[in-house]
């Protein structure tokens, strides 16, 4: 295995393992974006669920620990206004990592492809040398080749699912302070 490893990264081109150190670097960084976001959301996502739950149990206001209390304490008035500027801002906070994950999902691939062109360019520039055994140069270097697309496609995969993943979270926890907005204006009325 070990072997292996040295094998491809003597054969292979510079360019393609830059690529292939880039994607490792992406495929970390989007790790730990998800794995902070998702256990962050979920968090939150508790405690607006059982500030909601009170409220719907008769409470006169949101829990201390939600989200809505400071813009509530703020105000001498609880406004549409105030919640909807809280709304604004929970939206804001709930979504921050989609960017970056969007990003990666998108360009992983192209990344991959880059890799992958330049190997194969590089592969046909020693055939054109005048190498002999062109078939199994061409062969090895495909195969080293398309090693850089399946890595840009396998980050891409887990970006994007990562992606979804937090924006149906996200999604949950704006719609929890949504209800419990509607609620306190309901009451206010």
Request: proline share 1%.
């Amino acid at each position: 295995m070990i072997n292996n490893l040295i094998d491809f990264y003597l054969k292979s081109h510079p360019v393609t393992i830059g690529v292939l150190i880039l994607l490792s670097i992406y495929f970390i960084i989007l790790n730990w974006v998800f794995f902070y976001r998702y256990f962050s959301l979920n968090s939150w996502l508790k405690i607006e669920s059982e500030s909601l739950e009170a409220l719907l149990l008769g409470a006169r206001t949101v829990s201390e620990n939600s989200f809505l209390n400071n813009f509530i304490k703020s105000s001498n008035i609880v406004s549409k206004e105030v919640l909807a500027l809280a709304m604004l801002a929970a939206t804001k906070e709930a979504t921050k990592g989609l960017a970056v994950l969007s990003v990666f999902a998108s360009t992983s691939p192209f990344i991959g492809l880059f890799g992958t062109v330049v190997s194969i360019l590089d592969t046909f520039a020693h055939i054109g040398s005048g190498s002999s055994g062109s078939m199994s140069i061409i062969a090895a270097g495909v195969s080293d080749a398309l090693i850089a697309t399946a890595s840009g496609i396998f980050v891409a995969t887990f970006a994007y699912t990562y992606h979804q993943i937090l924006k149906r979270k996200s999604f949950e926890l704006t719609s929890h302070l949504q209800m419990q907005s509607d609620a306190i204006l309901a009451r206010k009325a």
